[in-house]
């Protein structure tokens, strides 16, 4: 199910700064899903901070995961190639099948 809504308290911080259209200092939601994709941003988002501290928003590690994504992309790719289907029925519940 997904979220209704999102409570934020206090700054948002991009790179360690407080982010201020003033200042220049800021990114859109839109902006990063274009910039690193959208799994790569939930990612950084996610990493941003669930304390009582300001969320801190990093580019690196929004990159980082960008590149984590792609490797296991590749991984995935090169264990299970295109075409290649298990077949479920097989698998009893009690059981774990080879990507279990």
């Given amino acids: 199910m997904m979220t209704r809504s999102y409570f934020c308290n206090g700054y948002l911080m991009l790179n360690h700064e407080k982010m201020s259209k003033s200042t ?9 899903i274009d910039r690193y994709g959208v799994d790569a941003s939930r990612m950084a988002l996610a990493d941003s901070g669930d ?3 300001d969320a801190n928003f990093e580019e ?9 994504l792609f490797v296991l992309e590749q991984w995935i790719q ?7 289907e ?4 097989e698998h009893d519940e009690n059981k774990y099948g080879e990507w279990d």
Avoid: F, H, R, Y
């Avoid at 200092?25 to 902006?31: R, Y």
């Avoid at 298990?86 to 029925?89: A, G, K, M, P, Q």
């Fill in 24 to 32: 220049g200092n800021w990114i859109t939601l839109a902006q990063c």
């Fill in 51 to 53: 304390t009582l501290d």
């Fill in 60 to 68: 690196d590690v929004a990159n980082s995961s960008v590149l984590k």
């Fill in 78 to 84: 090169s264990n299970m190639p295109k075409g290649e």
């Fill in 86 to 89: 298990l077949d479920w029925s």
